[in-house]
């Protein structure tokens, strides 16, 4: 079977496993691994073309990007194509039964990028941009004409859920608004497609979340308990937050540094890692020992900083 074959069947098998997000990104990873390869005969490819093709990724391909951007792609892009071109092989195996050419392919390594949660501070300055739009053109104004945003609950409640959940983009989207639970504080986060990838879970949300939460449900008009919580694009989302940010004076504002910024404000205020590896909907604790020591590291760093007998000693030596 050709290479071009066998990708059109994992994508009509897994279409109803793994999300939009997730196709979309090995779209990208399955062409270029036929224009490197050549559409050859799938069970004729060798351990030694997979690993020449991560190769290439990391060292020869270009990009072509909007804006003219050919700089390499990250470690995080390289790491796609490894993980994208495994779950190929590893399917392509199961269904047509041949011996795995993917099994020695070596794990590009990588450093993850450094991860900065919002402060306190980075989070007031979003809610209080949530109300009020600032446009510094209006014809006739002596100061800047202040306009009152009509999705201020909408933005807020988005904002303080994804913060006091952890959730992916995705989950959140999902959430229709019969999930909801006011009472107990609480989302069912259902799994996505077959539920094959993904387990359903419970997530708790605290007071100040659910009364945003419920403010927002509230001035719903005609929403029927199927209807999504949120119906927004994951591209109107990041939009959304991008300019709430540059509005706030608030770098780097995108839905998955909530996620970030849950999982190490938990972390810090004294919650386990199992706790939250069920929270985040982690099926290992991976990504969670990495938060740790993240959090642990700025308790450390924080002990420097705070520490009355260094602070003492650096004024008068004991």
């Not at 510094?136 to 913060?163: C, E, M, N, Y």
């Not at 497609?193 to 945003?212: C, D, E, F, Y």
């Amino acid at each position: 079977m050709l290479l071009s074959k066998a990708i059109e069947g994992y994508f009509f098998d897994k279409s109803a496993v793994y999300s939009k997000n997730t196709l979309a990104s090995y779209v990208y990873v399955y062409r270029n691994l036929v224009d490197y390869l050549g559409d050859k005969d799938i069970e004729a490819v060798t351990p030694e073309d997979l690993t020449a093709f991560i190769t290439h990724i990391r060292t020869d391909y270009i990009p072509i990007r909007f804006g003219g951007d050919t700089s390499p792609l990250s470690n995080a892009g390289v790491d796609l194509h490894w993980k994208g071109t495994r779950s190929l092989f590893k399917w392509a195996s199961e269904t047509l039964g041949f011996k795995r050419p993917d099994l020695n392919m070596p794990r590009p390594k990588f450093k993850r990028p450094h991860v900065r949660p919002f402060t306190e501070d980075d989070i007031r300055k979003l809610i209080r941009h949530c109300d009020y739009t600032v446009d510094k053109s209006h014809r006739g104004a002596s100061a800047p004409f202040r306009q009152r945003r009509p999705t201020a609950k909408r933005d807020k409640a988005l904002i303080l859920v994804l913060l006091d959940t952890g959730l992916r983009i995705g989950e959140l989207l999902r959430l229709k608004i019969e999930e909801v639970n006011f009472e107990e504080g609480e989302l069912l986060i259902a799994p996505f497609g077959t539920g094959r990838k993904t387990k359903p879970r419970l997530v708790v949300i605290g007071t100040t979340a659910r009364r945003s939460l419920w403010l927002y449900v509230a001035s719903l008009q005609h929403s029927r308990l199927s209807d999504r919580l949120f119906p927004m694009t994951q591209n109107a989302v990041r939009l959304l937050l991008s300019r709430l940010g540059d509005r706030a004076g608030v770098n780097d504002v995108h839905p998955h540094r909530f996620r970030h910024s849950f999982a190490i404000h938990y972390l810090r205020n004294g919650g386990d890692i199992f706790t939250l590896q069920r929270l985040l909907g982690h099926s290992t604790l991976e990504m969670v020992n990495y938060y740790l020591d993240i959090a642990q590291s700025d308790i450390a760093l924080a002990h420097r900083k705070a520490s009355a007998i260094d602070r003492w000693n650096a004024t008068r030596p004991f």
